[in-house]
């Protein structure tokens, strides 16, 4: 595999070979499961205690706590992604940043449209399961033509899809009235921003295949579980986007 900048964090070498502590697929899938009990389980908790939180007041305060997770979760896969000795703590601190996102989020949409929040932890488990069942039998390995296709047409389609979004924001603050058929942009739109999500978990797994068959340390697992986590939860609010506005779209009221 053609090396890439980020790959070149990665500490790797041959002497990782005779030891036993060198990343594997198992480490990677360990650890990504840990960071994602960690930010299911906040979630879990924040949507419980959400509505408890609005009706004393403190929507105020949880608000700016959501504003301040969300800027340090940033700043944590940043450190986490470049820096392979910080990428553990960095990436149980998003966990913990993006669980209190998640549950806001959930919640709140579980009160426009009950169910959206199963629907969409199924529908992304089963775009991972597809995708890695894909990727493994070699059907979008690196250098497949389908897999070269996949990615042009996400990444173009990422690009009219963010036009798109400013176009209609910027007319939105315009004062420009809309109908129902913007809602079909903005579905199509959405459609292609999951899309694209899906299309990093190759990525995802390009890299955790790099790491172990060039020996890198463990460390590294924590790097590659964290980008995984990175996608898997991208990819759960874009499906909940989608969802709501497949809904808005198709409500008579």
């Known amino acids: 595999?053609?090396?890439?900048?980020?790959?070149?964090?990665?500490?790797?070498?041959?002497?990782?070979?005779?030891?036993?502590?060198?990343?594997?697929?198992?480490?990677?899938?360990?650890?990504?499961?840990?960071?994602?009990?960690?930010?299911?389980?906040?979630?879990?908790?924040?949507?419980?205690?959400?509505?408890?939180?609005?009706?004393?007041?403190?929507?105020?305060?949880?608000?700016?706590?959501?504003?301040?997770?969300?800027?340090?979760?940033?700043?944590?896969?940043?450190?986490?992604?470049?820096?392979?000795?910080?990428?553990?703590?960095?990436?149980?601190?998003?966990?913990?940043?993006?669980?209190?996102?998640?549950?806001?989020?959930?919640?709140?949409?579980?009160?426009?449209?009950?169910?959206?929040?199963?629907?969409?932890?199924?529908?992304?488990?089963?775009?991972?399961?597809?995708?890695?069942?894909?990727?493994?039998?070699?059907f979008l390995r690196s250098g497949s033509k389908v897999r070269r296709a996949l990615i042009a047409i996400a990444f173009a389609g990422l690009a009219i899809a963010l036009v798109t979004t400013l176009v209609i924001l910027i007319m939105n603050i315009s004062g420009v009235q809309f109908d129902r058929s913007v809602l079909a942009w903005l579905i199509i739109a959405e459609a292609f921003f999951l899309v694209y999500g899906v299309i990093t978990l190759l990525f995802n797994f390009d890299e955790a295949n790099y790491i172990v068959n060039t020996g890198a340390s463990k460390n590294a697992e924590w790097s590659v579980a964290l980008g995984l986590q990175v996608s898997l939860i991208y990819i759960y609010i874009e499906v909940i986007r989608l969802i709501i506005l497949i809904a808005a779209a198709t409500d008579r009221r």
Do not use: W
């Open 1 to 138: 595999m053609r090396q890439t900048p980020l790959f070149n964090n990665i500490d790797t070498g041959a002497q990782y070979f005779d030891e036993a502590e060198h990343a594997t697929i198992k480490g990677v899938s360990l650890k990504t499961t840990f960071l994602l009990a960690i930010t299911i389980t906040i979630a879990i908790v924040t949507a419980i205690f959400l509505p408890t939180i609005a009706q004393n007041g403190g929507m105020g305060v949880f608000v700016g706590v959501l504003l301040g997770a969300a800027i340090i979760g940033f700043i944590a896969v940043i450190v986490g992604r470049f820096s392979e000795r910080a990428s553990k703590y960095a990436g149980v601190i998003y966990s913990l940043c993006e669980g209190l996102f998640l549950g806001a989020l959930t919640r709140i949409a579980e009160e426009y449209l009950p169910g959206v929040g199963f629907i969409a932890m199924a529908a992304t488990l089963t775009i991972f399961g597809v995708m890695l069942l894909l990727y493994s039998t070699g």
